[in-house]
């Protein structure tokens, strides 16, 4: 009586996994498709539909650039962030096993959400904002958070996506007593200084038409106190419209604008906005801002913060990649791609 029930149940599952086609194949049903193993992290099992939970926010990036996810150009960008997205939840699995085995201290407490996080708040300035508050305050301020918004997502994190969390987490392990010293950050300093080395030129902005007449209109405008970068969005077409006028910093010995253009805007200063050009691109008005006249070279002094920040992430992405590599290798990390394609659709 048992083994018939259980052979019932079985048989149940199985059909809802399964259908036969018109032709008598053997077709999946989405949830089949869904139970599909599709990596495997030592004896880990990972299924289509753990990785279809990570997908939402990709799933509608994707809608939002080709409108719907019918079209094959849409289809194979979905196919790649389903890729990209399966390596991410294995890795995930995988230091959430390290995690157990080698950190379990840091696998949150459930039952204590607020204590998990101010742990990953303590974790998030340390790693990225070197302890330093007003670089923490202003670091959340430039991704548009506060420091309550980042508790709240964190929250959830915590909640929800505790897999992701423990990565990071172990992450944080693995990197924490990584330093960089001053002889590191000098000979940075040294090998690189032309990147922190400014030849003479100026940040330029430009408007652009087709007619001197046109252009002689717009000059009149300007000198009636009309906005430089409001006329730059009404007449140009070459994409700096969106940033009033803005071409960049550019030295006065590029080549890459015109002759006559540059040779105006060699002569203006800081703020100052020059009368009609005409160029190869028609008729420009250009603006100078920021004008270096002589060959600047910021002191170490100056950049080191940035410097130490670029050296210690690298050191420290590469110190947990081989980690990861290593433990890649240790416990049996396997992704089958051409399941998770073959299920996707």
């Known amino acids: 009586m048992y083994v018939n029930k259980v052979k019932k149940i079985v048989s149940i599952l199985v059909t809802s996994l399964f259908v036969f ?10 949830a089949g498709k869904e139970n599909t193993v599709v990596a495997k992290v030592g ?7 753990d990785v279809k939970k990570q997908m939402k926010s990709n799933e509608d990036l994707i809608k939002q650039q080709y409108g719907d996810l019918t079209s094959q150009d849409a289809k194979k960008a979905l196919e790649s962030s389903y890729v990209n997205m399966l390596e991410r ?8 096993i390290v995690a157990k085995e080698n950190y379990e201290s840091i696998i949150p407490n459930l039952d204590n959400i607020e204590a998990e996080v101010e742990k990953q708040v303590n974790i998030t300035k340390e790693m990225y904002f070197d302890n330093d508050d007003t670089k923490f305050k202003e670091g959340l301020e430039s991704m548009g958070y506060t420091l309550d918004s980042l508790k709240d997502s964190y929250r959830e994190d915590i909640r929800y996506s505790t897999d992701l969390v ?9 990197t924490k007593n990584i330093t960089v010293s001053e002889e590191e950050i000098k000979s940075y300093y040294t090998t690189n200084v032309a990147s922190y080395t400014t030849n003479p030129g100026a940040k330029l902005y430009h408007i652009v038409v087709d007619t001197e007449e046109n252009a002689k209109e717009i000059r009149k405008k300007l000198k009636k106190d009309a906005k430089f970068e409001d006329l730059a969005k009404e007449h140009n077409k070459d994409g700096s419209e969106n940033y009033g006028g803005l071409l960049g910093y550019i030295e006065y010995d590029s ?12 002569e203006l200063h800081g703020g100052q906005i020059s009368q009609p050009v005409k160029t190869a691109n028609g008729w420009e008005i250009i603006k100078a801002e920021d004008v270096v006249k002589d060959t ?42 051409s399941k998770l394609k073959k299920n996707i659709f």
């Open 255 to 266: 080549t890459s604008f015109d002759e006559a253009f540059m040779k105006v805007a060699k």
């Open 166 to 174: 423990i990565a990071g987490r172990v992450e944080y392990e693995v």
């Open 43 to 49: 004896e880990e099992k990972i299924r289509l539909i």
């Open 21 to 30: 086609s018109a032709s008598g194949c053997i077709v999946k049903t989405e």
């Open 89 to 96: 939840v294995a890795e995930w699995k995988l230091l959430n």
């Open 296 to 337: 600047k070279v910021t002191p170490v002094e100056e950049v080191k913060d940035s410097i130490k920040e670029r050296l210690l992430a690298n050191k420290r992405s590469s110190e947990f990649a081989t980690k990861l590599a290593k433990w890649k290798e240790e416990k049996g990390f396997k992704l089958y791609e």
